[in-house]
């Protein structure tokens, strides 16, 4: 006979720390703050994270890397990669403003692990390289295509995206709003035109 049911094995326990962390940062989220969020005592949670905060927030930063894994098959399919590269920047726009707020999980990670913990800064980082680098080889074949003018170095157009992507994080909880950040995004991608 199987023991009881639990919450606590619900795959969504990860997304739900994941909203907190996003909100507050891995150092100023507190393991009652977890707790609240997931609904998991003290002891469940230890029995399922044994590496307590820090296996979540590596499991929460895990969960990210397969939207942008997702995020990159499609632009493999699609007819217009460029098109759905600028799509993915102005789509920032039009977020709620607590999604201005929150910014970029992983590009928050990058500043906070800094000088705290290297590897999970380190894990970010890569994150953020792997990004870059499929805007770098979307950017390469489009010019081979002559679907793009701009005849930059790919690796610099791909550089400056994730520049871009970055900044645009910071702006966005500076500008959260909407007409100010299209405004903006739409300069800073005339670059790709």
């Known amino acids: 006979m199987r023991g009881r049911p639990t919450i606590y094995e619900d795959a969504n326990i990860v ?14 989220t507190s393991l009652s703050d977890l707790q609240k969020a997931t609904g998991a005592g ?27 894994e997702a995020f990159k098959s499609e632009l493999s399919k699609s007819t217009s990669p460029l098109e759905l590269i600028k799509d993915f920047f102005k789509s920032i726009a039009s977020a709620e403003k607590n999604e201005h707020l929150k910014g970029c999980i992983i590009a928050n990670t990058v500043v906070e692990m800094t000088f705290i913990d290297e590897n999970m800064e380190a894990n970010a980082v890569q994150i953020l390289k792997e990004v870059e680098q499929m805007f770098t080889q979307t950017i390469k074949e489009e010019q081979s295509k002559g679907n793009l003018k701009n005849k930059t170095d790919p690796e610099i157009l791909g550089r400056y995206l994730i520049t871009f992507w970055c900044g645009l994080n910071t702006l ?3 500008y959260p709003d909407k007409i100010a950040l299209k405004n903006q995004i739409e300069m800073q991608l005339a670059v790709i035109s």
């Open 15 to 28: 997304k739900k720390a994941q909203e907190i962390f996003w909100q507050k940062g891995y150092s100023a």
């Open 42 to 68: 003290a002891g469940s949670f230890y029995n399922i994270f044994k590496g307590g905060k820090k296996e979540v927030f590596q499991k929460a930063i895990a969960e990210r890397r397969l939207s942008f």
């Open 172 to 174: 966005r909880r500076m």
